[in-house]
């Protein structure tokens, strides 16, 4: 059987796999807040056709 010309030693393959940690995180933008008078309406009856 001949040799995989597509094989690639494991030391080399795991050296390229690797991604350094502060490319692997992204920061998140502080979570927004709604504005004080924001509220969400009372639906009665559960707001759907069979008011479950």
Known sequence: MTANPY???VDQFVARARVPL???V??????QQPP???STDVVTY???VDGE
């Open 7 to 9: 094989a690639v030693p």
């Open 22 to 24: 502060v490319d692997q």
């Open 26 to 31: 992204e920061l998140q933008p502080e979570a």
């Open 36 to 38: 004080a008078d924001w």
């Open 46 to 48: 559960g707001g759907d």
